[in-house]
């Protein structure tokens, strides 16, 4: 995937929709910039991971670094917490 982009007020780039969402990428995720060469390299830090909902309703984990263990487990406890508090949000709603 390549896209081209222009360099904003106070050297702000945007990256675009498409691929924050291929990279499961959203506001708050913290990326690493590191010159390579001429060039820039931009990636996620290795421990930003989460628990998002794809479309058909089964938990994914993006991020890098899901392969630790410890990191997996707090990933899908922190979306089981978010999860709890939207059913409970809900169940508020109605009474």
Same mark, same amino acid.
């Given at each position: 995937? @390549? *896209? @081209?982009? /222009?360099?904003? #007020? %106070? $050297? &702000? +780039? !945007?990256?675009? #929709? &498409?691929?924050?969402? @291929? +990279?499961?990428? &959203?506001? $708050? @995720?913290? +990326? /690493? !910039?590191?010159? !390579?060469?001429?060039? +820039? /390299?931009?990636?996620?830090? %290795? *421990? *930003?991971?989460?628990?998002?909902?794809?479309? *058909?309703?089964?938990?994914?984990?993006?991020? %890098?670094?899901?392969?630790?263990?410890?990191?997996?487990? $707090?990933?899908? #406890?922190?979306?089981?917490?978010?999860?709890?508090?939207?059913? %409970?949000?809900?169940?508020?709603?109605?009474?």
């Amino acid at each position: 995937m @390549t *896209d @081209t982009i /222009r360099l904003g #007020k %106070a $050297g &702000r +780039l !945007v990256i675009p #929709k &498409r691929v924050r969402e @291929t +990279l499961g990428m &959203r506001e $708050g @995720t913290r +990326l /690493r !910039v590191e010159v !390579v060469g001429v060039g +820039l /390299r931009v990636e996620p830090v %290795a *421990d *930003d991971v989460r628990i998002e909902v794809e479309e *058909d309703g089964f938990p994914v984990i993006r991020g %890098a670094g899901v392969g630790e263990r410890g990191r997996v487990v $707090g990933a899908i #406890k922190a979306g089981r917490e978010e999860r709890e508090e939207r059913v %409970a949000a809900r169940e508020r709603g109605r009474s």
